[in-house]
């Protein structure tokens, strides 16, 4: 649990004078690990509020300003605190329902150690807990003008409900038919570079001449909505989501020829001249790679468009009648303000009982984390909040098993 060992606990009351500038509200939590102290508190940067992490550091006994990466949490009516592991912090909001109760801080996971190395700092890293899981994304891959726009829409149009389109950021030009964050988001060049370097983006590419990218949020909105994500991106960014921490399905689609690829280019009439023959120099590279690096678990040929979706949705399980929707999103508890937290093994409990004469009111809820998957810089799914209703009734009015 979150309780500040004596020395902290002075310090934060003081305030520090080496100017650590976590606000000393009664809203800290501070959880050791190892030999790090780690303080999770209320900050004000640019007059905005939200959660500030620092570390003490009892080896050199000195305070750290980590690199926080992910998405924060907003700031609550305060919160508690459980170490689950050495990796990660559970930190349970109050005041809050369960869609925004429970959020990971990532103090030693892969992505955690990864980014350590990359960026030459300690790092932490948030991540919000959500219930349920995700299918696995889609990534579709191919030269340009192979046809993977064209397969997406006919499994969009066809399985609306099913599956969600991940979309991407681009430094290109809109085409004529194109909207922004329907198609693309449609982003200056320094404003997507400062995202990239801030963590925002799970893959980006230099792809002919622009550069393209697929955020974190791109991919969690869509299996937010119990959605699969399908992500339309080059073989360089396939080769980084491989790489990193997701599970996906990964299929490339290849053309007849290259000369029904540029016929296809030409017809869809979307390039000038120098655009397509820039593309049809680039596609050569893409399809040897794609057909060599073994990132790939499947290949499409897409000669008879009506062929090819339908080996689409084969390699997809679509092909039969009759299939299931997914599950809908479990129902939400409400998190009021909870007088204690325990946790024990995989299940936190969160206990927000107030004794009444009369009756016990049944407000024992638990978080099971057995089952987590994911994390930053995404999201951590697979949580399980459930009322402990039925284990409370046999509860008396001082809450004690009768
Ligand atoms: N099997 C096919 N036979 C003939 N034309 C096709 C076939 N599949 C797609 N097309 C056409 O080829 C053109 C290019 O297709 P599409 O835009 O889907 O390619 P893409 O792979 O998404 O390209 P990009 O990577 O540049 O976005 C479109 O005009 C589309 O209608
Ligand atoms: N690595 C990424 N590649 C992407 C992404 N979004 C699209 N793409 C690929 O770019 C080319 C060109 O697309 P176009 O819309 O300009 O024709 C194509 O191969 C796409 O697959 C992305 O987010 N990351």
Redesign the pocket.
């Given at each position: 649990m979150g309780e500040a060992p004596a020395f902290l606990a002075d310090e934060l009351q003081k305030g520090f004078p080496n100017g650590l500038d976590l606000k000393s509200n009664g809203c800290e939590t501070s959880i050791v690990i190892g030999q790090k102290t780690y303080v999770i508190g209320e900050t004000s940067d640019e007059s905005t509020l939200s959660i500030g992490v620092q570390i003490f550091d009892q080896c050199s006994g000195e305070w750290v300003y980590p690199t926080v990466l992910g998405t924060k949490p907003k700031p609550s009516k305060g919160h508690s605190a459980v170490v689950l592991n050495e990796e990660r912090i559970l930190i349970i909001k109050k005041g809050s329902n369960s869609d925004d109760c429970a959020w990971f801080l990532e103090v030693d996971t892969q992505y955690v150690r990864q980014q350590r190395k990359i960026l030459g700092t300690e790092v932490v890293a948030w991540s919000k807990g959500v219930s349920g899981n995700a299918e696995k994304p889609v990534v579709?891959?191919?030269?340009?003008?192979v046809g993977?726009?064209t397969l997406i829409s006919m499994l969009m149009k066809e399985f609306p409900t099913m599956f969600g389109f991940?979309v991407?950021?681009?430094t290109?030009a809109p085409?004529g038919m194109e909207n922004d964050g329907v198609?693309?988001h449609f982003t200056e060049r320094s404003v997507m570079e400062k995202e990239i370097k801030d963590g925002k983006f799970l893959?980006?590419?230099s792809?002919?001449g622009?550069l393209?990218?697929?955020s974190v949020e791109?991919v969690e909105v869509v299996a937010d909505e119990g959605k699969r994500c399908i992500?339309?991106?080059?073989v360089?960014?396939?080769r980084?989501v491989r790489a990193s921490s997701i599970e996906a399905v990964f299929i490339f689609v290849s053309p007849p020829s290259m000369a029904e690829l540029e016929k296809r280019l030409r017809a869809r009439g979307?390039?000038t001249e120098e655009q397509i023959l820039k593309?049809l120099r680039n596609s050569k590279a893409?399809i040897e790679q794609g057909r060599s690096s073994g990132i790939f678990d499947h290949f499409l040929f897409n000669d008879n468009l009506e062929e090819c979706y339908a080996s689409l949705k084969k390699l997809l399980g679509l092909d039969e009648t009759v299939y299931t929707f997914p599950e809908s999103t479990p129902k939400t508890v409400d998190l009021p303000t909870f007088r204690s937290i325990s946790k024990i093994g995989n299940k936190v409990i969160i206990n927000c009982r107030t004794p009444d004469l009369e009756k016990v009111s049944k407000n024992l809820i638990a978080l099971d984390v057995s089952s987590i998957k994911g994390g930053a810089p995404g999201r951590t799914r697979g949580l399980d909040i459930y009322t402990m209703d039925s284990l409370l009734d046999g509860l008396d009015a001082n809450n004690q098993l009768s």
């Open positions: 579709i891959s191919g030269p340009s003008g993977k726009g991940s991407s950021h681009t290109r085409r198609h693309y893959e980006f590419a792809v002919h622009n393209y990218g697929t791109a992500l339309d991106i080059d360089q960014g396939a980084s979307t390039e593309r893409e």
